[in-house]
Structures are given as structure tokens and as C-alpha cells.
């Protein structure tokens, strides 16, 4: 049976990026019950940090997510254990969350890094292009990105703590560190002389806010690390991509997924960037992602121009760091290369944030 051509697909994996298949199919034949070979291994072209494969045993399809190779230098949000045990405490709380199968640490891997295994849910994901025969209407994508914030609500409202999940972050001055750990991670990696970077940074250690109560945060909350039902699209099936998650001020979740939201009248050079789908017609705008956030969460959002700035300038850390792996010869990714366009780009919207104290 073929797949249709708005799933979510998979490629031969990248040279450098192979896995050890002989050895993982009697590691997963021991560890998961009901698990026979032979084993094929294909890869997610998506995402720009850890590695995440497709695993075909018999009729069983399984994820494997590793770090990246060559990542040890900024290995923080490359805990595969980590992300292991916060969707092992969220499943019975949080649904939306692929089922943890195994765990296995780098002493037991011969793959040179730790990984994990879940199942896999399938469905749509919407990237930077849209997906050959689906049709995204105004109507569709409205009701999407209303999902979207409806979601993310459901996710702060999580009880953290019954989950087993207060381990994972330290809520109290959540934002002076990571105003200050990005500033670091941001001199660490850097390549390119980019004056705004340097502006941003400076911005907004001397406007730190007070914090809202602290909730779980997705910390990378954004359409492409959602899995959408195919039978009741935009029913939203699963979140993704746990690396970064950890307990803090939510506003600064509602700011990173303001910070992927280009919309249709933003500069062009911003609506050049891969980052999804929501300037099509019909999705809120990042004001209206804000307001129906407020209503439903009741929380106050004022302080929101803060976390936008934040989360701008968190991304653009990201795309240093990744341009950095890349100029190192970490990695033979090619997408890398524009990276530090990427940086370029998002400095200047934080910028520009900035100055007009708004997220507009």
C-alpha cells in the first residue's frame, strides 16, 4: 500500500548518519516483546538538531531519535535519557505523546551516543512546503491554528508535578538563566560579526520581567512537531520533539511558538525562512494567537513582547549553532550551510521587536 503524498515520509538515511543495523535489530528483538526482523532503517528529512530514523520490524514501525554526530560540544539539548523519562511521566497525563519502548545509554550502545525508541504515530506534519494533495483551505487553517493554542493550553495546564516531572527544570529565575545560558551558548558558537545579536543580548538582560507560575513547556512548540489526525484534519494526533522541554514561565512557550509564526505581511527575508505554513490565509496572527491564548489559559499576557524577543533571539542561538557544527565539519549537511542567514534574519526581527514593542 502506497503512501499517500501528504503523510509524513521518510529517505535513505544521509551518509555519516548510518546506524549499526545488525546490531540494533537483536537489541530491539531482546528488549521489545514482539519484535522480529529483519530490520530497515530509513530517516526523517526534517529538523536541524537530533537525529530521528525510521524503524520497519515485520509489520511494527518504530522511531529512533539520537543525538546529532559531533554534538558534544552543546550536548545540554542532546539528553536522549532526559527526553526519554518526560515522555515516559507524560503519557498517562498528556496523551498526545508517542508511546517510550526503550532506553538504552552509552555504555550499552556501540552506536557512540545514547538513543531511545518509541512508537510511531503517524499522520500529517505540516513543514515548510504544503503537502501535494492535500488542501490546506482558509477554513482548515483556521481552525488549525486555533487548535494550535487550544493545545498548547492543554499542555500548561498539566500537573507537573503528579507526572514526576519536577526533576526536569529549576522554575524559579527561569528567565535570567536563560537570558544568560543563550548569551553563553551564543558566544560559544559564534562565526560572523552580527551587531543586533550582540544589541538583543544586551536588551534583554536589563528587562527581565517578573514570572508567571511556573508550568511544563514544550520550549519548540510549533506545526511541524505537530502529528495531525488524517481522518480529522486538523485534530491534532501527537506532540513531538521533546528535547528542550522543562518547567518554567509558560509565556515563554506562547513566545518560541510566536517566534516560528511568520506571518503574510512580515519583511520577505523573514518569509524566506522554512518555518511552516502559518502565513497561509486563514491562520490566526500571532496578535490573535495571543488573545485567544489569554482567554482560554486566563492568564495574563501582556508582558508577551519580552518572551518574543527571547524566543527570536533563542532561535537565532539555535541556527548559530548548528552553522557552527557545519563549519567544523561535525556535519556533511548541506541545509546547514545557510544557517547563518537564518541568524542574520532573526536578529533583525528581534530587533525590530524591540523597537516597536510589539510582536507585530
Request: charge should be neutral; aromatic fraction near 8%.
Amino acid at each position: 500500500m502506497s503512501t499517500p503524498d501528504w503523510m509524513d515520509r521518510t529517505r535513505a538515511v544521509r551518509p555519516g548518519e548510518e546506524l549499526d543495523v545488525a546490531w540494533l535489530e537483536k537489541y530491539l528483538a531482546e528488549k521489545v516483546p514482539g519484535l522480529t526482523g529483519p530490520l530497515v532503517v530509513e530517516q526523517f528529512p526534517g529538523g536541524h538538531s537530533n537525529l530521528t530514523y525510521l524503524l520497519r520490524m515485520g509489520e511494527k514501525e518504530l522511531v529512533l531519535r539520537r543525538p546529532p554526530f559531533g554534538a558534544k560540544a552543546i550536548k545540554a539539548g542532546h539528553d536522549m535519557g532526559r527526553e526519554y523519562r518526560i515522555l515516559s511521566g507524560l503519557l498517562p497525563v498528556f496523551p498526545k505523546v508517542p508511546r517510550p519502548l526503550v532506553f538504552c545509554g552509552e555504555n550499552e550502545s556501540p552506536m557512540g551516543a545514547t538513543f531511545y525508541v518509541m512508537e510511531r504515530v503517524s499522520g500529517v506534519i505540516l513543514r515548510a512546503k504544503p503537502p501535494k494533495g492535500l488542501e490546506l483551505t482558509p477554513e482548515l487553517m483556521r481552525k488549525l491554528s486555533e487548535n494550535f493554542v487550544d493545545n498548547l493550553v492543554d499542555l500548561h495546564a498539566v500537573d507537573w508535578r503528579a507526572a514526576g516531572l519536577g526533576e526536569i527544570g529549576k522554575p524559579e529565575g527561569y528567565l535570567g538563566r536563560q537570558v544568560a545560558g543563550w548569551t553563553e551558548r551564543y558566544g560559544k558558537a559564534k562565526t560572523d560579526d552580527i551587531p543586533e545579536m550582540e544589541q538583543v543580548a544586551k536588551w534583554l538582560a536589563g528587562h527581565l520581567p517578573a514570572e508567571l507560575a511556573p508550568t511544563l513547556i514544550h520550549n519548540d512548540y510549533k506545526y511541524d512537531n505537530l502529528v495531525l489526525d488524517p481522518e480529522r484534519l486538523p485534530s491534532i494526533r501527537a506532540v513531538l520533539d521533546w528535547e528542550m522541554a522543562t518547567i518554567g514561565d509558560p509565556l515563554s512557550d506562547l513566545g518560541m511558538a510566536l517566534a516560528y509564526w511568520v506571518e503574510a505581511a512580515d519583511p520577505e527575508e523573514r518569509l524566506a525562512l522554512p518555518f511552516g505554513l502559518t502565513m497561509l490565509p486563514g491562520n490566526l496572527t500571532r496578535e490573535e494567537l495571543v488573545a485567544r491564548y489569554a482567554q482560554k489559559s486566563g492568564r495574563d499576557t501582556r508582558g508577551i513582547a519580552f518572551h518574543y524577543v527571547l524566543s527570536l533571539f533563542k532561535v537565532a542561538v539555535i541556527a548559530q549553532q548548528i552553522y557552527f557544527r557545519f563549519k567544523q565539519g561535525l556535519t556533511k549537511d548541506e541545509r546547514f550551510a545557510a544557517m547563518i542567514v537564518a541568524v542574520r534574519v532573526l536578529s533583525r526581527a528581534a530587533a525590530r521587536a524591540i523597537e516597536t514593542g510589539s510582536i507585530r
